[in-house]
């Protein structure tokens, strides 16, 4: 298990799998270098991206890189977080790197639960969960990192709507073909390289949903739900609380935002992932009348 102390794990160590690399083969960015929107010109407008706007800044990490490094550690103005990326559950997460009150940095163990990417921080070694959050073994084994509403979306709906952002520039310090995907044929079909304990055909393994958490209650809405909708915004409530599912048809991207616009936590990744960490989840199902 890649050097990795199990004894104290929260989920059954069988599920614990090798991702067929090694702790740290696949390279954290540890000094990530941005340039300004006007001056970027890397990528395409329709390249996807994680995008953060926290406290009146402003920055995207684009796919194509966080494919070849999962994580990047670093900060939103003075506020340490760790943006991670698991390019098999097609989920991104941003988290504040603050443990106990001091800043941690994360990387990548080279071990998967639930074909999910297993982070490890640097001062404890603790291995915590990409989806969760939380902490499944090791002396901070329980703890849970405060997740930061991230946007999936393109490059150029990003700028379009952050003009002042930051992005993350190929300057990483490691020579890869940015240009591309090492998950390309992963990303064209439905097989999974590892099989996850909960399984559902309810919808395409890697069908993209948005998923939002009320409590201990979840609830997926499908891409393909999302397109058939009629309007924009799709108007919901979920366990007494008022959710709007923005939907861009062009660019297939969703976003979630209460009644006064705010944003909403939802996470965006394939539906086979979204169910492995959720199996008692709702559905958003109209055009087969299963979801509730």
Not at 21 to 29: L, M
Not at 40 to 56: A, C, K, M, P, R
Request: hydrophobic residues 35%; proline residues 6%; negative net charge.
């Amino acid at each position: 298990m890649n050097g990795f102390d199990l004894n104290n794990a929260l989920i059954p160590s069988e599920d614990i799998q090798s991702g067929g690399h090694g702790k740290d083969d696949i390279p954290s960015i540890d000094t990530p270098i941005f340039k300004r929107a006007l001056d970027y010109s890397f990528f395409d407008e329709d390249t996807y991206v994680l995008g953060i706007n926290h406290q009146g800044v402003a920055k995207a990490y684009p796919l194509p890189i966080l494919n070849w490094h999962e994580i990047v550690n670093d900060f939103m103005d003075t506020r340490p977080v760790v943006v991670t990326y698991c390019p098999l559950c097609g989920s991104g997460m941003i988290y504040e790197a603050t443990i106990g009150g001091s800043r941690t940095t994360f990387g990548v163990s080279g071990l998967l639960y639930q074909s999910n990417l297993l982070l490890y921080d640097r001062r404890s070694e603790s291995l915590w969960s990409q989806i969760t959050g939380k902490a499944i073994s090791g002396p901070l084994g329980g703890q849970e990192l405060k997740p930061l509403p991230v946007q999936h979306t393109t490059l150029g709906a990003w700028k379009r709507e952050n003009p002042e952002t930051l992005i993350l520039t190929t300057r990483t310090g490691f020579v890869r073909n940015y240009q591309q995907s090492p998950y390309q044929e992963y990303e064209d079909d439905q097989q999974l390289y590892h099989t996850p304990r909960h399984a559902s055909d309810l919808l395409p393994a890697k069908e993209r949903v948005i998923g939002i958490q009320v409590g201990d209650h979840v609830k997926a809405y499908p891409f393909t739900e999302l397109a058939n909708h009629p309007e924009l915004i799709l108007r919901d409530t979920f366990k007494g609380k008022a959710v709007h599912i923005h939907y861009d048809v062009l660019n297939d991207v969703a976003k979630v935002t209460d009644e006064g616009g705010n944003q909403y936590p939802g996470q965006t990744m394939y539906w086979f992932a979204w169910y492995a960490f959720h199996p008692k989840t709702a559905v958003y199902l109209v055009s087969t009348k299963k979801g509730s």
